[in-house]
């Protein structure tokens, strides 16, 4: 039997049952809708309330943080400024500093060229040198001298030719230790024998006080011209042959005078040449040992054919005339036996002998 055909019906109660959960569920579904819209109107009415406080806070804020803005732009721009003038001051004194540094190499540059150019001056044959810088100038009317930093160390002596990177200066007239005086070429006292390049003319630099010496005792038709070279000459033996001395020039008295070759740069570096005259450019030992050349064949054969007549012609008294050539012979054809009878010489006065 089913519970359905027993006493008790259960029909009621299950129906009630279902009944109430289903509105339980259904209240529960309408509380969970209407609390998720409760809480999308919230969020909605915040995103609307939080738009509306932006869109006033918005303007006022900006008005507000304006001079907040402004303050701290001013703050930067003063910032900027100092360090401005700051990298300014900076950049000045590097920049003072690399023209120092561009100056001393400007210098340095030109310095060492003027040292590798007078270095680079070479006489033939080779005279040794002695390198110096000038450190006393000294001026007058007609004066023209330097004062060098070597002496008698560097075995200077007084004539020594001195030249610089561009050609000769002068001569050595006083020495002493760790200095020595130079005479220019422009010196009134100055005499230098100089040759014109071109034609081998000879003449005598001779310096007058100015800055262009004459050209003196100029021999021969038109020797010099205009733009040709002067040299030393060696004449003399006051200087080496061939040194540049430097151009002729018509001055404007109508003589010739020479525009110098040191006169391009100032005289700062000279070279000292320790010659004292030609001997010492030569070997004298090796040239005293040296056997002299062979002859040529043909030499020999005219000095012995030279020699030859000399060789027969008698030595001695002068040879007897033909007349006493032939009494010799006379008397040497006489027979042994008979003795010749002395001749007396005759006299012009001849005394009377005395008999006894």
């Known amino acids: 039997m089913s519970l359905r055909d027993g006493p008790l019906d259960l029909k009621a109660p299950l129906i009630w049952t279902a009944s109430i959960a289903v509105i339980i569920a259904g209240v529960l579904g309408v509380a969970i809708l209407v609390g998720d819209r409760r809480q999308t109107l919230q969020i909605q009415a915040y995103s609307a309330t939080r738009d509306a406080m932006a869109t006033v806070a918005a303007p006022v804020g900006g008005v507000m943080s304006a001079p907040v803005r402004w303050t701290g732009g001013g703050m930067s721009a003063i910032r900027a400024y100092i360090d401005a003038i700051s990298l300014d001051a900076q950049l000045r004194a590097q ?11 400007i210098a340095l540059l ?29 001026h007058g009317p007609f004066a023209n001298s330097r004062l060098i930093n070597v002496g008698v160390e560097r075995q200077v ?10 050609g000769v200066v002068g001569r050595i007239v006083g020495v002493s230790r760790g200095a020595s005086r130079v005479l220019l070429l422009t010196d009134i006292a100055s005499r230098t024998p100089v040759l014109v390049a071109r034609t081998n003319a000879r003449a005598i630099l001779t310096g007058d006080g100015g800055a262009n010496p004459s050209l003196a005792y100029l021999r021969g038709d038109a020797p010099v011209r205009e733009g040709d070279r002067i040299l030393t000459s060696g004449d003399g033996g006051l200087f080496p042959r061939g040194l540049p001395v ?5 001055g404007l008295d109508g003589a010739w005078r020479v525009r110098l070759d040191s006169d391009f740069a100032p005289i700062d570096f000279v070279q000292v040449l320790l010659f004292k005259d030609f001997a010492q450019l030569v070997d004298q030992k090796a040239l005293a040992q040296n056997a002299p050349p062979p002859l040529p064949p043909a030499q020999v054969a005219a000095i012995k054919s030279l020699e030859a007549p000399k060789a027969a012609t008698p030595i001695g008294p002068a040879a007897a005339s033909p007349s006493e050539a032939s009494a010799d012979v006379a008397d040497k054809a ?6 010749a009878k002395p001749t007396s010489a005759k006299h012009p006065n001849p005394k009377p002998q005395v008999e006894p």
């Open 110 to 138: 030109n310095e060492n060229a003027r040292l590798r150019t007078l270095l680079g001056m070479k006489t033939d044959p080779p005279i040794p040198t002695a390198s110096g810088e000038v450190v006393l100038d000294s």
């Open 95 to 105: 920049n003072a500093e690399l023209q120092r540094d561009r100056d001393a190499e």
């Open 334 to 339: 006489k027979p042994a036996g008979k003795a």
């Open 157 to 166: 002596a007084i004539g020594n030719p001195v030249i610089s990177e561009h």
């Open 246 to 250: 430097g151009v002729a020039v018509k």
